[in-house]
């Protein structure tokens, strides 16, 4: 199965800044069949970005995602209050679906 | 809207079976697939299996192969997911969630809507 690494595990920064996540794939991603999901405490995730690049309804033009292959990146271009969560990564290019560890953009 | 109502928490033996509702509106059911996701404490998301709506054809992670079962029931719009012989490493918040439609092999689309989870917790 492919495994998932994203780094950094936390990210601290102030409102207004630019966040930048990484997930690193054990194998090529078929077709670049990534996606990634904002998650807050006690609440299920919400998509964000699907096909590596292609934002979800109704996500803000802030996020953004790149990479092909084993690379791919999630790019928050200036950091709202709401958008201090953790993220995930997820191929679902082959089976298993496998999903990163997280990573934690917390206030700065 | 689509919305993914699930049932609520469970506390299970050892050994035990439990067995999870997930009552969908707000789209046409049979035309989508849903899937099940777990998240154990301080663990990252874990697949576990989907189920087309219309023809209830499955695909289970290898992992859960043997002690998983999704299944439907169209005239109610719900979906079902059954985990046998649970141990303490289940204790887990389980999702269901969404997608676009999968074929009878590889699926791919991504999971879109999910529903609020429900804890099940396994304790002696």
């Known amino acids: 199965e492919i495994v998932l690494t994203q780094s950094p595990g936390t990210l601290s920064l102030s409102p207004g800044e630019r966040a930048t996540l990484s997930c690193r794939a054990s194998q090529s991603v078929s077709s670049n069949y990534l996606a990634w999901y904002q998650q807050k405490p006690g609440l299920a995730p919400r998509l964000l970005i699907y096909?590596?690049?292609s934002r979800a309804t109704g996500i803000p033009d802030r996020f953004s995602g790149s990479g092909s292959g084993t690379d791919f990146t999630l790019t928050i271009s200036r950091l709202e209050p709401e958008d201090f969560a953790v993220y995930y990564c997820?191929?679902?290019?082959?089976?298993?679906?496998?999903f990163g560890q997280g990573t934690k953009v917390e206030i700065k | 809207q689509v919305q993914l109502v699930q049932s609520g928490a469970e506390v299970k033996k050892p050994g035990a079976s439990v067995k999870v509702s997930c009552k969908a509106s707000g789209y046409t059911f049979t035309s989508y697939t849903i899937h099940w996701v777990r998240q154990a404490p301080g663990q990252r998301l874990e697949w576990m299996g989907w189920?087309?709506?219309?023809?209830?054809?499955?695909k289970y992670s290898q992992k859960f192969k043997g002690r998983f079962t999704i299944t439907r029931d169209t005239s109610a719009n719900t979906a079902y997911m059954e985990l046998s012989s649970l141990n303490y490493e289940d204790t887990a918040v389980y999702y269901c969630?969404?997608?676009?439609?999968?074929?009878?092999?590889?699926?791919?689309?991504?999971?879109?809507?999910w529903g609020q989870g429900t804890l099940v917790t396994v304790s002696s």
């Open positions: 189920i087309n709506a219309d023809n209830g054809n499955t």
């Open positions: 997820q191929q679902y290019g082959s089976s298993p679906r496998t």
């Open positions: 096909g590596a690049s």
């Open positions: 969630a969404t997608s676009g439609y999968c074929g009878s092999g590889n699926c791919y689309h991504p999971i879109d809507y």
